[in-house]
């Protein structure tokens, strides 16, 4: 279960940098649920923005100039999302589970590109990531499933521990090495995805 206190307690404790980092340790995860080209019938221009955010925040986190401004990524959030305040309808099927994807990679780059409310950005970004592994094993095909959600929180914590230590910018190896701690995870993530995708198409 996502411990509100613990989690706040830990953001609390770190930097604006290292804040943004476990960030893109969580989007890192998220965005192994799929990259198929079929993506971007179901949310245009998914792949490319996904792929942008995904490289704007390991630039940051090397201390190198990202290829995309921040403003263009900000504004291709919300052609997507739409603005905050928005009333919208959630898309329905594969497209849900894209735009969960697509939130997560907006509060992160806001983490970023927002440090003066790094600490609720991030936050969002570990309740947001804690909801998405939830609803992977909510519906998963498989029985006996492992518990992704609490899988997910495990990460988060150790992840956050991990970084409390580093400073901006960190080297391509730490990055490297933060990264893969997460591959088991996001394979895990990724396999289940497919089992929804392959339900869904069922259904069609």
């Not at 095909?141 to 970084?163: F, K, M, P, S, W």
């Not at 090495?177 to 198409?201: H, M, N, P, T």
């Amino acid at each position: 279960m996502f411990d509100d206190d613990l989690a706040q307690s830990l953001v609390d404790r770190a930097t604006t940098f290292q804040r943004a980092l476990v960030a893109t340790l969580c989007l890192n995860r998220a965005v192994a649920l799929t990259h198929d080209e079929w993506t971007d019938r179901e949310v245009p221009g998914f792949r490319q923005l996904i792929d942008d955010s995904a490289e704007f925040c390991r630039a940051r986190a090397v201390g190198g100039p990202p290829r995309t401004d921040p403003d263009l990524l900000a504004a291709r959030f919300r052609e997507i999302l739409r603005p905050d305040d928005w009333p919208g309808d959630e898309p329905d099927g594969l497209a849900a589970w894209l735009m969960d994807v697509v939130s997560i990679a907006d509060y992160v780059i806001r983490t970023w590109t927002e440090p003066d409310l790094s600490d609720s950005r991030c936050f969002n970004v570990l309740v947001a990531s804690y909801s998405l592994a939830g609803m992977l094993n909510d519906d998963a095909v498989q029985t006996g499933a492992r518990d992704l959600g609490e899988l997910e929180v495990t990460r988060q914590i150790a992840d956050l521990r991990a970084v409390i230590s580093l400073h901006n910018p960190i080297g391509v190896d730490q990055l490297d090495w933060l990264l893969a701690e997460s591959d088991a995870l996001a394979e895990a993530y990724r396999r289940r995805f497919q089992d929804i995708v392959a339900k869904y198409g069922s259904e069609r």
